[in-house]
């Protein structure tokens, strides 16, 4: 089995800024794909940013600039640093990974249980 465990969530004032962190942990052969989603209240979970195993990245539009994501592949672990944090940006944040079980498969797909990020106006 497979855990991923997120921190680094909290309440920060509008501007400031926070470093999320997710830690894969289990039966893993090798992780691939790394992500960081969010859930506002009454809307539907949307993806913040990816990182390939390979460093490529991608972002939602709403993030570029502020939000910066990292891997630490020997750590299996996914960071979100989001910097110039606005209210809109208050949501639970979800991390996914795409984990190589062994050396032919199975793949699965796996997300941790949640952090709590609240940014005050």
């Known amino acids: 089995q497979v855990q991923l465990v997120e921190s680094g969530g909290g309440l920060v004032q509008a501007g400031g800024s926070l470093t999320l962190s997710c830690a894969a942990s289990?039966?893993?052969?090798?992780?691939?794909?790394m992500g960081w989603y969010r859930q506002a209240p009454g809307k539907q979970r949307e993806l913040v940013a990816r990182i390939t195993g390979g460093g490529n990245t991608n972002y939602a539009d709403s993030v570029k600039g502020r939000f910066t994501i990292s891997r630490d592949n020997a750590k299996s672990t996914v960071y979100l640093q989001m910097n110039s944090l606005k209210p809109e940006d208050t949501a639970v944040y979800y991390c996914?990974?795409?984990?190589?079980?062994?050396?032919?498969?199975?793949?699965?797909?796996?997300w941790g249980q949640g952090t709590q990020v609240a940014v005050s106006s």
């Open positions: 996914n990974s795409g984990v190589l079980l062994g050396p032919l498969g199975p793949v699965g797909d796996y």
């Open positions: 289990g039966s893993i052969f090798s992780i691939g794909s």
